[in-house]
């Protein structure tokens, strides 16, 4: 059960660290003079909701593999 709980733990850290880098690259992309581009309202709306499930998820799932005794 507590090696469950670990690979479970780094999956988590690792999935939230890689969405993490993800958001880094499309407003790094989005800040450049490139042919990408996003309207404002579409990359706020974007990363505001995905940031908060992505969160959300982390906490969830830590709360549950480790709750509070």
Not at 26 to 37: A, M, R, Y
Request: a positive charge; hydrophobic letters at 60%; charged letters at 10%.
């Amino acid at each position: 059960v507590l090696s469950l709980k670990i690979f479970f733990a780094n999956f988590i850290f690792r999935f939230v660290s890689y969405y993490m880098v993800f958001v880094f690259l499309l407003l790094f992309l989005s800040g450049t003079p490139s042919s990408f581009k996003m309207s404002d309202a579409v990359l706020l709306t974007l990363l505001g909701t995905t940031t908060a499930t992505v969160i959300s998820l982390f906490v969830i799932v830590a709360n549950y593999l480790f709750p509070k005794k």
